[in-house]
């Protein structure tokens, strides 16, 4: 599968997510359902590498996406008093989001989907809910909790179709797009959730700015010998390094064929 096929297949699985959560007055008033092109690709990662896939499997990965997207309207809801009615709507439509990823798995009889994604859907809110608790963690947990929001739904997605051999990379891989996103952010003087559980050990900007970079490093070279675990061919390589994955200056030398 070339680059020119694999970037239609996840722009079709984004149209395909929207036209499920569609709704004329929520489009009209909020943002719209929101998915990340690294997570589709994850979602995606299978099918292009050639894996055994069916339309229960597509269903399921569709699925997903729409609750990456009802999870995003809800983090987009900032804590304000009085609430705004976008801010209400936004709510609204995470909840009308997810009530059709619900529909879409039980249309197709899988239960064991919904159950899987159900318990990751709990562990996500779950480490989100202690961005607002007053307990200090040291980087370590703060990375585990990282880890787990990136990746805990696409990892019972690949658990429930015997994709797990590319957990590993997924993980890596989303990690460093979210440190990289983290680091744009504070050089920004723009402190997200993360970036404050981080402060209250790392304490000053440039003690944190060195641990993201840090970690980026390692996680840019973990992701190479990952890459040669899954046995992804050239192409694959080449949009996971150069479209995916941002900034990966190191990765020209690694993706010649050859």
């Known amino acids: 599968m070339n680059g020119q096929q694999i970037q239609s297949k996840i722009i079709s699985m ?5 036209k499920a959560v569609r709704q004329r007055t929520l489009d ?3 943002e719209g359902p929101f998915v990340k092109e690294a997570r589709l690709f994850f979602l995606l990662l299978p099918f292009f590498n050639g894996e055994q896939w069916s339309d229960k499997m597509e269903t399921s990965a569709r699925t997903v996406a729409i609750v990456y997207a009802a999870l995003h309207a809800h983090d987009r809801v900032k804590e304000e008093m009085p609430i705004s009615k976008e801010q209400q709507l936004t709510v609204l439509a995470g909840d ?9 798995l039980a249309e197709g009889k899988n239960i064991e989907m919904v159950q899987k994604l159900a318990t990751a859907i709990i562990q996500v809110s779950e480490k989100k809910a202690s961005f ?4 200090i963690q040291q980087p370590e947990q703060v990375e585990a909790t990282a880890t787990l929001i990136e990746t805990a739904l696409l990892n019972a997605f690949y658990k429930e179709n015997g994709f797990s051999h590319y957990k590993q990379l997924m993980e890596q891989s989303l990690l460093y797009i979210r440190y990289t996103e983290e680091l744009e952010a504070l050089k920004k003087g723009e402190f997200s959730y993360l970036l404050r559980l981080l402060s ?5 900007s440039t003690f944190i700015e060195r641990w ?8 840019g070279n973990e992701i190479v010998e990952s890459l040669d675990d899954c046995e992804l061919d050239f192409e694959l390589k080449n949009i996971l390094l150069h479209q995916i994955i941002p900034h990966r200056h190191s990765a020209e030398p690694l993706t010649r064929e050859g």
């Open 96 to 104: 009308f989001y997810s009530g059709i990823y619900y529909q879409l």
């Open 14 to 18: 984004e149209i395909d997510v929207l």
């Open 132 to 135: 607002h608790e007053r307990v």
């Open 28 to 30: 009209q008033l909020t």
């Open 200 to 204: 209250e050990t790392l304490i000053h």
């Open 212 to 219: 993201l970079v840090g970690r980026l490093e390692i996680l």
